[in-house]
């Protein structure tokens, strides 16, 4: 009370003179002397008719108030409300202050910006119940808590279990059977028992063990963060709003939505500095569309995207930066582009080089190579068989008329031929009700025994409905692998099926040892064919010696790598090849072993097709090798470093190793397996597929490649576009029932391929 009347007189002094209180007007020195002075008491700095006298009045009334109010005050309206005003970056009725907008605010990479939850990165690493239980099938007493199955933790095993008994769980029920209050049981517990996620906390107190820390990322997952919805964004930032928007909603805009966002921002502000700010939106925003990426959202993960789309990323980056006279080397830029695409990519290249820029570009496709100003063809074939210049000159109609591979068939001289006929297969699988990202409830048709074909523009959800939803369901079912996976509603048609196979251009292997005579499994015949040789048996060397993953035969300066590691400290590390072994891999005693002249060195240094030949006696050997040849990969050697193969020599050294194995009514599925390839290689992978669904088999392809669509039994295309405006199936049937489309974007480009047919 004391320190109420001290303020009240202090104000007395300074000439305020009255107070308002519900209505009632008093004397500030009257105040001060009574007994008691109310609670929310308002000190009346004037009062004021509104006019144009008074607008000054007002503003000098309010600068007077915010001094003495510590930046806030009121503007009592008579017979109206109170309204409270302040100048400050705050809630003028709670006071409730916020930051000051600065631009360090709205990035998730500053800490002043970034969510304190998950430190910018949007999402956090939760016990996740579809890795702790990834078989449903299974019931408790037979081990469907796959952490607990480990000797370990037998004892947690067994507490579960009798609490679950003393809850009234059936615990020899699978657990995809259980109501979902007994799932909640299980893992968050109650009445003293803690739940799987309450053993999991405990173990978290020993994270600073490594095999802990090891353990409990087995059993997590990436979840959304709670405290920013996976904005990455703290709450100050979220509050900043533009025409009702706030950054983190329009991050998660696709370039398409945000250009029509700048649209309507530009209609409301006048400020010369944001026009120009927006120019500059404008100008990348409708790069980033032109080079076919409109689909994607402004806050999508770059680890998330497709080579081609990092690419096409950098391609859209540097037309805003709008450099000249500079050199573009662009790798495949079409990777993972619909032909549709293709056409805008092409424009956007035109315009680099009418600028005044010179691009080299590495291409297989037909469309871009038709473009070129200038054509460099290496050959004549593939590895040993090519590094030569065939032709170097004028593109476009001097092109055409060039004696090169691709030139034949460009001419068409040199084609992929379209099937006579289209098989019907056996039966059908059927996935219902799919959700995930941009799928809109669809419903998913394979016949079984074909070669099928996804198609769609990029971005329009065929990766998602068959790698993520499909393949994920499947793994799941047949016990390969317990991924996260899309939503979706049932399979119909498992019974039809034995297996799945995911064929990915992911590496063999990640380190040198990985190579494909080891791979295809002839390295053990070939170690065997050595170790059976006089010379062998006069030095007493084995099978084992003859390989360079042990020690024994192998050169172990090296460790049977071949090469060195040089560390370089602030560089990056340089390999030279082995002084001691030359890159051989073996001690010299092993090389002194010869097979029909040759040692292993040399004989792990022979092309595949030379392998045949040299080989042609050992027919399972032959047999394997020639399943490589099949493939188009007659080039390789047998001891090439997996770590040197591209995406799609990876691809295809998978789908050669699948020919060799026996398998009954598998559903292989392959993602772009056209990526690197020419046509002439696209031709024999399109003969090694067919020859896997004469096996029995159903290949489903997720593809773009016309002349591979155009030979396929069945086609699921989906779109009509990319992002929001995708995620539907357009058109299916067989090629020719699907070129009638109108809907259909591929249907536009595949009809001139299949015009003889449609006559």
Request: hydrophobic share 35%; glycine share 10%.
């Amino acid at each position: 009370m004391a320190q109420k009347r001290e303020r009240l007189a202090a104000l007395q002094k300074g000439g305020f003179a009255r107070a308002w209180h519900e209505g009632v007007t008093s004397r500030l020195e009257e105040l001060c002397e009574a007994r008691s002075i109310p609670q929310g008491l308002f000190i009346a700095v004037d009062r004021i008719s509104i006019g144009e006298e008074g607008r000054n009045r007002l503003a000098e009334a309010l600068e007077t108030s915010f001094s003495e109010g510590q930046g806030f005050a009121a503007v009592i309206v008579e017979d109206g409300p109170t309204v409270w005003v302040t100048n400050r970056f705050a809630c003028a009725e709670c006071r409730s202050g916020y930051e000051k907008p600065v631009p360090r605010l709205f990035s998730f990479n500053n800490p002043f910006g970034a969510c304190p939850a998950c430190k910018g990165f949007g999402n956090i690493l939760e016990l996740s119940p579809d890795l702790v239980m990834p078989n449903r099938r299974l019931s408790l007493s037979e081990g469907a808590i796959e952490p607990f199955t480990k000797p370990s933790y037998e004892a947690w095993n067994r507490a579960v279990i009798e609490k679950a008994q003393q809850f009234g769980i059936d615990i020899g029920r699978p657990v995809d059977q259980l109501s979902a209050e007994e799932m909640a049981y299980l893992f968050e517990g109650g009445s003293g028992f803690p739940g799987i996620r309450g053993y999991f906390q405990r173990l978290e107190a020993k994270k600073y063990k490594l095999h802990v820390r090891v353990f409990l990322s087995r059993y997590k997952a990436e979840r959304p963060c709670h405290e920013c919805a996976g904005s990455r964004l703290n709450a100050a930032a979220r509050r900043v709003q533009i025409l009702g928007e706030t950054i983190d909603r329009v991050a998660s805009l696709s370039f398409n939505e945000f250009r029509d966002f700048l649209h309507r921002f530009e209609e409301t502000v006048a400020d010369p500095a944001a026009t120009r700010i927006l120019e500059e939106l404008h100008k990348r925003t409708g790069y980033a569309i032109e080079v076919g990426i409109g689909y994607l959202t402004l806050d999508r993960l770059m680890r998330t995207l497709s080579g081609g789309e990092a690419q096409r990323i950098g391609l859209a980056n540097q037309l805003g930066n709008g450099l000249t006279d500079t050199l573009y080397v662009l790798d495949e830029p079409t990777i993972g582009l619909h032909p549709h695409n293709t056409e805008r990519l092409l424009h956007v290249l035109h315009d680099l080089a009418d600028r005044g820029n010179t691009l080299v570009v590495v291409e297989h496709d037909p469309d871009v190579i038709r473009e070129g100003d200038h054509i460099v063809e290496l050959g004549p074939e593939s590895g040993v068989r090519g590094g030569e210049l065939v032709y170097a000159g004028p593109g476009k109609q001097d092109f055409l008329r060039a004696d090169t591979t691709t030139a034949r068939y460009l001419r068409g001289e040199l084609e992929i031929p379209v099937p006579a006929r289209r098989r019907k297969g056996y039966g059908q699988l059927k996935l219902t009700g799919a959700r995930a990202n941009n799928l809109r409830n669809v419903d998913l048709q394979v016949p079984l025994g074909t070669l099928t074909c996804v198609t769609g523009v990029s971005g329009s959800g065929k990766s998602t409905l068959v790698h993520q939803t499909l393949y994920g369901a499947l793994a799941r079912i047949f016990g390969i692998e317990y991924a996260e996976l899309g939503a979706f509603g049932e399979i119909q048609g498992l019974n039809l099926i034995r297996g799945v196979v995911l064929v990915d251009q992911q590496p063999i292997g990640k380190t040198a040892r990985s190579i494909p005579a080891s791979y295809i499994g002839i390295y053990d015949d070939i170690r065997r064919l050595l170790s059976q040789t006089e010379d062998a048996r006069i030095h007493g060397l084995k099978a084992g010696s003859f390989s360079f993953n042990v020690p024994g035969g192998r050169c172990e300066r090296c460790g049977g790598m071949g090469i060195e590691t040089v560390e370089m400290h602030f560089l990056s590390d340089l390999e030279m090849i082995c002084e001691e072994c030359s890159g051989t891999r073996f001690q010299q005693k092993v090389l002194d072993v010869r097979y029909k002249g040759k040692n292993v060195a040399e004989i792990l240094a022979l092309t595949v097709d030379d392998a045949l030949r040299f080989f042609q006696r050992e027919k399972r050997m032959v047999e394997r090798l020639r399943l490589l040849h099949d493939v188009g990969l007659g080039y390789l050697t047998l001891g090439q470093s997996a770590k040197t193969l591209s995406g799609g020599e990876s691809q295809r050294l998978k789908v050669a190793s699948e020919l060799g194995v026996r398998r009954q009514r598998t559903l292989y599925i392959l993602d772009e397996p056209t990526t690197g390839l020419h046509m002439g290689e696209v031709k024999l992978l399109v003969e090694v597929l067919n020859k896997l669904v004469e096996k029995g088999h159903t290949v489903l392809v997720v593809e773009h490649n016309l002349d591979v669509i155009k030979c396929a039994d069945y086609l699921i295309d989906m779109g009509p576009g990319g992002g929001d405006n995708g995620g539907r199936i357009v058109a299916e049937g067989t090629p020719e029932e699907v070129v009638v489309s109108r809907r259909s974007l591929t249907a536009r480009h595949l009809r001139p391929l299949l015009k003889p047919r449609l006559v």
